[in-house]
Structures are given as structure tokens and as C-alpha cells.
């Protein structure tokens, strides 16, 4: 008898504990932060030598889980790009929006595989230098970013610090 009451008491301690922990909540609008910008030199293959490239680092959370592409085989295309940028380049003080010939735009893959709405955190990293105008200037540039969750929701703007173009 003082066996089962000893489990019993372990088993509702244990269950207390477990039963208690809060569920993670974060709003369903996603919401970023600027973690870092990084210049790294890559290999590219096509030029056979190093070329230097820029990858942005964002943390974020998404209370519904819907943030990034909804399938795994969806396209990229306007209805799936879901990560904007606004690029700046310093003139005379004052910083102006650059406006290049295509759209900045990213998407975020798939990030929910279950397809069911739970929280998400996470890092979201992006090889930005796939912009060509990074390469063919020596300005001081900056970009802001947001993203956009599967049911439209826009998160907050975030701002990188400056950083110089690549000319060589």
C-alpha cells in the first residue's frame, strides 16, 4: 500500500508539473528583429574565383504558424513572395530610396510542415546579394525588411545598419 502511494504521489507531482507548463503564445501577426548582417565572400563557380555577398539574419515568432510558403511545392511567384525590401543609399546626408529595375522580394519556405496553427520562433536567413545593384556601387546602403504571413498579416519594418556596395 505504501508502494502505490508513493507512485501515485511521483505520478500527480509529475503530472502537475507537465500539466502546468504555459502553451508558447505570440501574436498571429509576425513580428521580426534584426539579428545581423554579415559580409562573407562565397565561391562562385561561374567567374571561378571568390565574390563577396551579404546574408541578413532575422529572428522571428508567428502565433499561428502560417508564416512561409504554404506548401512545399507552391511556386514563386507575386502570391508567394513573402519577405520585402525597401533598399537606401545615403546621399548628401540624407538617405534615398533606391528603386531597382525588379522588385527586392524573398520567399520564406515552408516552416509549419504539420499544417496546423501553433506558435513559431526562429531565424530567417537570406543571401540578399542576389541583388545586383550591391556590386556596382561604393555608396553606403541600408535596407528595410518585412514579411508577410499567409493570411496577409504584415509584420514590423526592420532596419539594417549600413553597409558599402561591393564594386571591385
Known amino acids: 500500500m505504501k508502494n502505490i502511494l508513493k507512485i501515485s504521489v511521483v505520478l500527480s507531482i509529475f503530472l502537475s508539473i507537465f500539466s502546468c507548463q504555459k502553451k508558447t503564445e505570440y501574436p498571429i501577426v509576425p513580428a521580426i528583429t534584426f539579428k545581423s548582417l554579415?559580409?562573407?565572400?562565397?565561391?562562385?563557380?561561374s567567374i571561378l574565383g571568390n565574390i563577396d555577398s551579404l546574408e541578413l539574419v532575422l529572428d522571428f515568432t508567428?502565433?499561428?504558424?502560417?508564416?512561409?510558403?504554404?506548401?512545399?511545392?507552391?511556386?514563386?511567384?507575386s502570391t508567394t513572395l513573402n519577405t520585402y525590401f525597401t533598399l537606401f543609399?545615403?546621399?548628401?546626408?540624407?538617405?534615398?530610396?533606391?528603386?531597382?529595375?525588379?522588385?527586392?522580394?524573398?520567399?520564406?519556405?515552408?516552416l509549419n510542415s504539420t499544417g496546423k496553427a501553433k506558435a513559431l520562433k526562429g531565424v530567417i536567413m537570406i543571401d540578399v546579394s542576389i541583388f545586383p545593384y550591391f556590386y556596382f556601387t561604393t555608396d553606403t546602403l541600408r535596407l528595410n525588411v518585412f514579411v508577410k504571413d499567409n493570411a496577409g498579416n504584415?509584420?514590423?519594418?526592420?532596419?539594417?545598419?549600413?553597409?558599402?556596395?561591393?564594386?571591385k
Open 62 to 77: 508567428d502565433g499561428d504558424g502560417d508564416l512561409g510558403l504554404p506548401t512545399e511545392n507552391s511556386k514563386t511567384d
Open 38 to 45: 554579415n559580409k562573407i565572400a562565397r565561391m562562385d563557380t
Open 89 to 110: 543609399k545615403m546621399k548628401n546626408n540624407v538617405w534615398e530610396e533606391i528603386k531597382p529595375v525588379s522588385p527586392i522580394e524573398y520567399f520564406i519556405p515552408n
Open 154 to 167: 504584415k509584420s514590423n519594418v526592420v532596419t539594417s545598419p549600413n553597409f558599402f556596395g561591393f564594386y
